[in-house]
């Protein structure tokens, strides 16, 4: 019976630098988290980081790159979870995730950059991450928002896919007001769209 074959050095070197990459990343979490998305260039993020520019080139190809992932495991770190509570409505969960990302401003002027980004040509990175986000997030809500007309918590004779779409602008919108200034009447304006849209239930 032929013995197993040790490990070949090219699988090894694959997972050396896979936790190489997850190590950088989550440094780069932090600087971000901390100072926000003030650094535009690779060669600036990998001094902050403590990296040389050639890693951080090499494991994440372009500076557009680095910030989808850096977004991406942060999300992915801060384990959100979804609310299983099917009386909550869209704009509750907005409000939920407007508290919280109040923790990390630089995570949202980062995540603000980068669907400005997506705006604009030559950025298919960020582009791809925030079309596909908030399509993603638009079917959600959408699902949700057909839940809480059925229990009477959101008028009926409103769109649900509508619906869906407008508090994700206002979410992000008032999210940017408040990066401007901190005293932007987040909580309220989410609270009137709240009473907007409320069904009998809510009344």
Do not use: C
Not at 190 to 202: F, I, R, S
């Amino acid at each position: 019976m032929a013995s197993e074959r040790p490990p070949s050095p090219t699988r090894g070197s694959y997972a050396k630098g896979v936790a190489r990459r997850q190590e950088i990343l989550d440094r780069a979490i932090e600087v971000f988290a901390q100072r926000g998305a003030d650094k535009t260039s690779l060669r600036a993020i990998a001094s902050e980081v403590g990296v040389t520019h050639a890693a951080l080139a090499h494991y994440f190809g372009s500076l557009e790159e680095l910030l989808v992932a850096v977004y991406r495991e942060s999300e992915r770190k801060g384990g959100r979870r979804p609310v299983a509570d099917p009386d909550v409505t869209p704009v509750e969960i907005m409000r939920i995730s407007a508290r919280e990302n109040r923790e990390v401003a630089g995570l949202v002027q980062l995540y603000s950059m980068l669907v400005a980004s997506a705006l604009e040509e030559g950025h298919p990175a960020a582009r791809e991450f925030a079309t596909d986000r908030f399509a993603q997030q638009r079917e959600k809500l959408a699902t949700r928002v057909r839940s809480n007309q059925r229990a009477g918590l959101i008028r009926a004779d409103v769109d649900a896919d509508a619906v869906a779409a407008l508090v994700i602008a206002a979410s992000d919108g008032l999210q940017t007001q408040w990066l401007l200034d901190p005293d932007a009447p987040q909580d309220a304006a989410l609270t009137l769209l709240e009473d907007l849209l409320a069904g009998p239930q809510h009344s």
